[in-house]
């Protein structure tokens, strides 16, 4: 098997509304042999402010920022070709399921892309933070990790470089990262190659669905509120909202006997009063579970011991009524969290609706988002228009503003630069960065003892003449 280690420097920590500014990528075999590599930096979309603090960490100058020769879309352009020259292969990367994939799906989708590429046609995922948390806990000492400040493990990547003897000399440059993280993978699968195993087992979120259902209990990890933590769970039932792209599980440190003939109100108290009974665990994101071969490692859990834990485990996968009454309390809990979603036009924003749009897209949408695929800019502007979806709506007029704005008549450029205006001027809180944000940002870094007085100094002078530029556009 083939991996394609790949990392992002962005433009903020937003993973919906920031976007690419780096991507970093190596194809290797499976004995970690680099075959190829992508390197590719590109400017600022028109739509977005970068965060100060991201520029500070990436050393992404204001100049590639604003004359970059290669724009967002061709990055991502040059990028999915390069990915499907490699294809299949198991992507890989450092929090690249928490973070990577999420802003990879976002540029794919609104660049009129599949936005699933990492795992479709034969491709799997790991994630190399998930993969260290794993090592940390089932094969412990298979590789060192630090202590913060607050005497807790620290899992930041240039941490364990650093205590593992792996070279980070340009740590927060995608390229730099993406070797870094390489290494540290080599050595996980040389010294814990037991869970590295274990975990590259799973070639999509389904195959760790079936785990749960079919094991009496696994091992399973998860980090809640910042803090790791190590269970020994069995299956209850799939999310019967969110389908079987998520499931429920029993945490077996509580006895389900001292439950089973509560009624629904109490139940429903009960199992998500702290301490949480139920875990709901989303399957696409690929945690990390394990066989209840690993139970020793459990350290909550020695003083019940595996007979206990096994008995209780059956008595939940043997009691259908339970399970249909967790079934029930989750769907009710779905349902007042969707009807407590604010319903205000003004908390609508198409970054939030791609998975939506993907998933349901209409036959007439499928059909025109290939000719739109295919067709040059000056088609691309007919065709956009024509979609029955506003969210490809939106996004195939933003996309044409940024690649050729002369294709858009002149109410099309007016309209769109004043949606952007708006946007960024905005004194409203909002997901994204807004002019008023990154002004305050600026003054709060500038207090700072360490500051880097001048950069700050470059990026309020660029932001001032960004601003301004927009406001003309209102």
Known sequence: MNYIFYDFETSGINKDFDQILQ?????????????????????????????????LINKISIDQLQSGKVSHYNLV?????????????????????????????????????????????????????????????????????????????????????????????????AMGDVIATLELAKKIKDKAGEVWDALLIYKKGDDIGKKFFNEDFVC?????????????????????????????????KHDPRLLFDLRLSEL???????????????LNKMPVVLSKENFSALEDYKEIGKEEILKRAKLIKNNHDFSSKVHDILEEKAREKQ???????????????????????????????????????????KTYKNFQDPVLQYFG???????????????????????IAEKLLTTDQRPWITFPDAFKKIDDLRQEEDADQKFLKDYDLFLQDLQAKHEQNI
């Open 77 to 173: 352009e040059q990028m999915r070709k390069k990915f499907e020259e490699w294809s299949p292969a198991c992507f890989a990367g450092f929090n690249s399921i928490g973070f990577d994939e999420d802003v990879l799906r976002q540029g794919l989708f609104q660049s009129f892309n599949f936005p699933y590429l990492t795992s479709a046609k034969g491709n799997t995922r790991l994630d190399v933070l998930k993969l260290a948390r794993a090592v940390s806990a089932f094969a412990p000492n298979s590789i060192a990790v630090p202590l913060n400040e607050n005497n807790k493990p620290s899992f930041k990547l240039k941490n364990l470089t650093r205590v593992n003897q792996i070279a980070h000399d340009n740590a927060h440059d």
């Open 220 to 252: 399973y990890q998860d980090l809640i509120f910042g803090k790791l933590y190590n269970f020994a769970a069995t299956f209850v039932c799939f999310h019967p909202v969110y389908g079987k792209s998520w499931l429920c599980a029993f945490d077996l």
């Open 397 to 419: 007029k933003l996309l044409i503003y940024e690649e050729q704005p002369d294709a858009l008549v002149k109410e099309e450029l007016v309209s769109i630069k004043k949606v």
């Open 339 to 381: 009807d407590s979603a604010s319903q205000d036009e003004d908390d609508y924003f198409p970054e939030n609706s791609i998975h939506q749009s993907s998933i349901q897209m209409s036959k007439q949408d499928n059909f025109l988002k290939t000719q739109f695929q295919k067709g040059n800019w000056e088609e691309k502007a």
């Open 23 to 55: 991507i970093g990528a190596v194809l290797v075999d499976e004995r970690f042999q680099i075959k190829d590599k992508m390197d590719i930096s590109c400017r600022l979309k028109k739509n977005i402010i970068p965060s100060p603090e991201a520029l």
């Open 268 to 282: 429903k108290q009960t199992l998500f009063s702290t301490p949480t009974k139920i875990r709901q665990i989303s």
